[in-house]
């Protein structure tokens, strides 16, 4: 899911330099980010290379935050999963 994350990334932020705006893809990005991490913790690192990526493009587009936003998704529904099926949050 890590790797997919990367790819979905590039592809929307290639598109989006071609002219068309491919918002779904950020969230399609950080949704398999979130579910890189809650498989494994250490995916972690995930956000490096996204770092990274802004920071060797020197600019941080709105579209960015969709990509935590879908990251954010899962981590909660997993957090309201284990909730209401544990009574404990962080279960895991």
């Known amino acids: 899911f890590m790797v997919l994350s990367y790819y979905l990334f590039l592809k929307a932020e290639a598109?989006?330099?071609?002219?068309?705006?491919?918002?779904?893809?950020?969230?399609?990005?950080?949704?398999?980010?979130?579910v890189a991490f809650s498989l494994r913790e250490s995916a972690a690192v995930l956000v490096l290379p996204f770092a990274a990526y802004v920071i060797w493009k020197r600019?941080?587009?709105?579209?960015?935050?969709?990509?935590?936003?879908?990251?954010l998704f899962v981590l909660v529904a997993e957090i309201l999963f284990w909730w209401l099926a544990a009574d404990e949050p962080f279960f895991r």
């Open 15 to 34: 598109s989006r330099e071609q002219g068309r705006r491919a918002p779904w893809g950020f969230a399609a990005a950080g949704l398999a980010a979130g």
């Open 59 to 71: 600019r941080l587009r709105p579209e960015y935050a969709l990509v935590v936003a879908g990251g």
